[in-house]
C-alpha cells in the first residue's frame, strides 16, 4: 500500500502553526480568536491563504450554492476550526462532505477546544 502524501510539507507548516497558537492562548477561547491568531502564524509562516472565503457548493457537478472556510491554504487545503470539548463522527464526516462538495483533495480538521491540540487530516480522491 503506498502511502498518500499529497499536500504533506503544507498540512505539516498549518499544524505547527496551530501548534504555536494553541501553546500560546490553551484552551477556552472562543474559535474566532484561534481564526485570527492562527491567520498571524500562517501569515508569519509565508503561506498563502483565504480567511472565511466564500467557496461553491457543488451538487451532481452543478454549484447549488456556497459556503464560507475557515481557511483555503493555497487554494488547495481547507482548514476546518473548531474550538470543542471533543470532536465528533459528526465533524469528521462533515470535513470529508466539505471536501466532496468543494472539488477539495485534502483537509485539516484542528480542534483548538482540548488541553491538548487535536488534529486530522482528511484526503480526497477527486480531481478539480
Do not use: W
Amino acid at each position: 500500500m503506498l502511502l498518500d502524501t499529497r499536500f504533506n510539507k503544507l498540512t505539516e507548516t498549518v499544524i505547527g502553526c496551530a501548534m504555536r497558537v494553541h501553546t500560546l492562548l490553551g484552551a477556552g477561547f472562543q474559535e474566532a480568536i484561534y481564526q485570527r491568531s492562527l491567520a498571524i502564524e500562517l501569515e508569519q509562516a509565508g503561506v498563502v491563504f483565504g480567511r472565511e472565503v466564500e467557496m461553491p457548493i457543488f451538487y451532481k457537478g452543478i454549484e447549488v450554492g456556497s459556503r464560507r472556510v475557515d481557511f483555503l491554504v493555497q487554494e488547495t487545503v481547507l482548514v476546518e476550526l473548531k474550538a470543542l470539548h471533543e470532536l465528533t463522527p459528526t465533524h469528521y464526516a462533515q470535513i470529508i462532505n466539505y471536501l466532496e462538495a468543494y472539488r477539495l483533495e485534502v483537509g485539516l480538521l484542528i480542534n483548538f477546544g482540548e488541553p491538548s491540540l487535536k488534529f486530522k487530516r482528511f484526503l480526497k480522491n477527486y480531481s478539480r
